[in-house]
């Protein structure tokens, strides 16, 4: 263990002991008892925009009373263009509101690595309202995290993504793999960029490891994140785990046979520029 590892230990150990995780709602921080269902108090449970109704097929997004189909605005836009995104479906828990920002930041940038596994939860649950368990027990071959750059990884002392990831397979009995992709460079902070600078800014930021190739050929994927919102990086990793040489004649491998993906939070319905 590094020395920095272990200062982090200690720091986490210590914000334990002060603060104990099961007492603390984890989106406003209100003392609850243990019997809370997701750690939420009362008031931010009814707070969450919990995705119950209508939502898109495509991407998982609530569908708005003016969405006469069964797709969201961003996608019927896309479909119509003919540049529909490259994962077959999407789901998310709830909408991108101000007590889900409030979990997703206390996980990333408040040091409570205890979330995750809690979100990981709320994940499996969303997928029981789909499916019945011994179902989606058969779904998939492998899930997955969203990568991060090791050097934010270093920072943050975790992948919020994995620590999702890890809690949502252990409940649905699926095989889970942390180590079939990669982060290949860093990229600029997603947040204030357009559509079409979000995908140029994660272009080539993704690979797949040599050695899992052969996992990934013909296998049913699902992807883990904490958050989808243009999803210009759910994408371009899709693109690639579908297509892993990118057009390279002489092939090794071929791609995933499908890739689908489940976020705890699904953003606003995007309007994607022609």
């Known amino acids: 263990m590094s020395k920095r590892d272990w200062l982090r230990k200690i720091e986490n150990e210590m914000l334990d002991l002060v603060y104990p995780p099961g007492l603390y709602c984890i989106s406003c921080g209100k003392i609850i008892d243990d019997s809370r269902t997701y750690r939420l108090c009362n008031d931010c449970m009814k707070s969450m925009n919990w995705i119950t109704d209508r939502h898109c097929g495509k991407c998982g997004r609530p569908l708005a009373d003016t969405d006469p189909g069964n797709l969201c605005f961003g996608c019927s836009q896309r479909e119509a263009a003919g540049r529909m995104f490259s994962f077959d479906k999407g789901y998310a828990c709830a909408g991108y509101g101000s007590c889900e920002q409030a979990v997703i930041f206390a996980l990333k940038y408040g040091s409570r ?8 939860e709320i994940l499996y649950d969303r997928m029981l309202a789909e499916y019945e368990a011994d179902e989606l027990d058969g779904m998939y ?19 919020q993504a994995d620590l ?19 982060r290949r460079r860093k990229t600029l902070p997603m947040k204030g960029l357009g559509p ?6 994660i272009c080539g930021a993704f690979s797949i490891r040599q050695r899992k190739l052969s996992m990934v ?6 992807l883990i994140d904490d958050i989808f919102t243009t999803g210009a990086t759910i994408d371009e990793i899709a ?10 004649e002489d092939r090794m491998h071929n791609g995933a046979a499908r890739v689908d ?4 939070a699904g953003g606003a319905d995007i309007i994607v520029p022609a």
């Open 164 to 182: 999702i990831g890890k809690g949502f397979a252990e409940r649905a009995g699926l095989h889970y793999d942390p180590n079939v992709l990669i």
């Open 239 to 248: 693109g690639i785990l579908k297509d892993p040489w990118n057009d390279d």
């Open 217 to 222: 050929e013909g296998a049913r994927i699902l």
């Open 113 to 120: 690595a205890d979330i995750g596994d809690t979100l990981g």
């Open 196 to 201: 079409e600078e979000r995908r140029e800014n």
């Open 141 to 159: 071959d492998i899930v997955m995290p969203v990568p991060v750059h090791s050097e934010k990884k270093g920072i943050r002392g975790f992948n």
């Open 261 to 264: 993906f489940l976020a705890f």
